[in-house]
């Protein structure tokens, strides 16, 4: 009952957020800059992220927040947090830069260290994608609301794989035992190629380079809602504010149990800076 009653309003506030940011995007009127990790922020981001605060705030005055754009807490500070937003008020700062249109909005509830609710909201497209643990993941553009499944490969069939537009292909290839017998998907944002995974679009989607931990929150939820499941390099479980630092090892979103992802897969431990 807890999650239901937040769902409607954090779709929501993702929805606001991302028409903000939609409408800056439009008028290319915007400033861009690095922070001190060399990732791009610009002023669309900014604004969205304080959106979402006001937000969220007003909706639960008693949770706190953390945000890529904000300044992180130490550990001893928050490890004893029962729940917490984790929000990236724009996943996809390059691609906004680089003007694809694969930006997103991504809103998490993390509840003793696990994503318990999730919202992706796609401006370009007007698409939300989200769920909350144990009642399903659904896309929805407009009204139209579909529950979403990951793909059902199958033994043979070409192993449909998202990628970045900034990576080289070279360097997916090397994670792969059997290369020639993959397609590749390029499509920008963390969190849409997550998503592309959830319902199917693709069977995986292997991330080299550094992310944070509200990269993966919100579609966390929504991939194991859908029957995949994100995992890091080495087949092991992520996990959520258990650091100093937020940062994510390399990790890859895998469809079906039943497919054997370790015989497709090499597991590696180095965490690669490729982007």
Same mark, same amino acid.
């Given at each position: 009952?807890?999650?239901?009653?937040?769902?409607?309003?954090?779709?929501?506030?993702?929805?606001?957020?991302?028409?903000?940011?939609?409408?800056?995007?439009?008028?290319?009127?915007?400033?861009?800059?690095?922070?001190?990790?060399?990732?791009?922020?610009?002023?669309?981001?900014?604004?969205?992220?304080?959106?979402?605060?006001?937000?969220?705030?007003?909706?639960?005055?008693?949770?706190?927040?953390?945000?890529?754009?904000?300044?992180?807490?130490?550990?001893?500070?928050?490890?004893?947090?029962?729940?917490?937003?984790?929000?990236?008020?724009?996943?996809?700062?390059?691609?906004?830069?680089?003007?694809?249109?694969?930006?997103?909005?991504?809103?998490?509830?993390?509840?003793?260290?696990?994503?318990?609710?999730?919202?992706?909201?796609?401006?370009?497209?007007?698409?939300?994608?989200?769920?909350?643990?144990?009642?399903?993941?659904?896309?929805?553009?407009?009204?139209?609301?579909?529950?979403?499944? @990951?793909?059902?490969?199958?033994?043979?069939?070409?192993?449909?794989?998202?990628?970045?537009?900034?990576?080289?292909?070279?360097?997916?290839?090397?994670?792969?035992?059997?290369?020639?017998?993959?397609?590749?998907?390029?499509?920008?944002?963390?969190?849409?190629?997550?998503?592309?995974?959830?319902?199917?679009?693709?069977?995986?989607?292997?991330?080299?380079?550094?992310?944070?931990?509200?990269?993966?929150?919100?579609?966390? @939820?929504?991939?194991?809602?859908?029957?995949?499941?994100?995992?890091?390099?080495?087949?092991?479980?992520?996990?959520?504010?258990?650091?100093?630092?937020?940062?994510?090892?390399?990790?890859?979103?895998?469809?079906?149990?039943?497919?054997?992802?370790?015989?497709?897969?090499?597991?590696?431990?180095?965490?690669?800076?490729?982007?």
């Amino acid at each position: 009952m807890f999650l239901s009653r937040l769902l409607e309003p954090v779709k929501e506030a993702a929805r606001a957020a991302g028409d903000t940011l939609w409408s800056i995007y439009q008028s290319g009127d915007y400033e861009a800059k690095h922070k001190a990790d060399e990732s791009p922020v610009t002023s669309a981001d900014l604004a969205a992220n304080a959106l979402i605060l006001h937000a969220l705030t007003e909706l639960a005055p008693d949770i706190p927040i953390v945000s890529e754009e904000m300044h992180l807490l130490p550990l001893r500070q928050r490890q004893d947090w029962p729940r917490y937003w984790l929000i990236d008020p724009m996943d996809g700062t390059q691609e906004f830069i680089a003007r694809s249109g694969d930006f997103a909005v991504s809103i998490a509830l993390v509840e003793h260290g696990w994503p318990v609710l999730g919202v992706i909201y796609w401006p370009k497209e007007q698409i939300w994608y989200y769920a909350t643990r144990g009642h399903g993941a659904f896309k929805q553009q407009q009204h139209l609301i579909n529950r979403i499944q @990951v793909n059902q490969h199958q033994s043979g069939e070409l192993l449909k794989i998202a990628v970045s537009r900034r990576q080289p292909i070279e360097h997916i290839h090397q994670l792969l035992n059997k290369p020639a017998c993959s397609e590749f998907i390029a499509l920008g944002s963390c969190s849409l190629k997550s998503c592309l995974v959830a319902e199917g679009g693709a069977d995986c989607y292997l991330r080299l380079g550094p992310t944070g931990e509200w990269d993966t929150a919100a579609v966390h @939820v929504i991939v194991e809602e859908a029957g995949g499941k994100i995992l890091d390099s080495q087949f092991a479980p992520l996990s959520y504010n258990q650091r100093e630092t937020l940062s994510n090892p390399d990790f890859m979103v895998i469809g079906r149990s039943e497919v054997p992802w370790t015989e497709l897969i090499r597991a590696h431990s180095a965490t690669r800076n490729l982007d």
